[in-house]
């Protein structure tokens, strides 16, 4: 049976992830690795608006580690993504060419665009039947750390999708100067979730 190993890199806001895939005719696409390093990116990020040296550096390392893991599979061909942490960051282009300086690595920054449709490919890949899902209303969420997609489906028809700024790491930076005064910092958290999605609800939900 002949088959080859495909990898793929996302760098996001909480971890920088490794899959390893094998790709054969016979069983199709299968994970047969994953690696992954967790660290605060998106915490420096949306506080700060940049990509620190510090994390250049830590990223870099991850991804050399990550290179000489995928030569124990063969690893012939291989993507690397980058999210919304670097995508937003006003020094964007420095810290991408420094990492390819760094590790030889071309980082590819996916739109919020590209990676609802990447998103929705996915889904549509595994076993749920996706086209008989969304044939009636339908809301598909993506929770991330910087924020959280809605998509609306009805009649197989996407007609609203809609990132909204409550992912779990960006909420407790919008909320941090709060985080130590008030009393109950959980209902605060709360009713600033509860207004965001209040807002969205009452202009696109059926």
Known sequence: MRYSCYAAIV???KNILLRVYEISGTNGIKVIDSVSHEYE???EAYNTGIISSAHIEEISEVLSYFLQHMKEYDVKEYKCYATSAIRNARNQLMALNQIKLRTGVNVLVLSNTELRFLMYKSIQMSDIDFDKIIQKNTAILDIGA???QVSLFDKQALY???NLDIG???V???LESVEHNA???????ERYIQQVIDQFTS???K
């Open 203 to 205: 202009g696109y939900l």
């Open 11 to 13: 760098i996001g806001s």
């Open 146 to 148: 910087g924020s959280v």
């Open 183 to 189: 009393l109950d910092y959980i209902s605060v958290m």
């Open 172 to 174: 407790r930076e919008i």
């Open 41 to 43: 990116l998106g915490k």
């Open 168 to 170: 779990t790491v960006k």
């Open 160 to 162: 609203v999708t809609q």
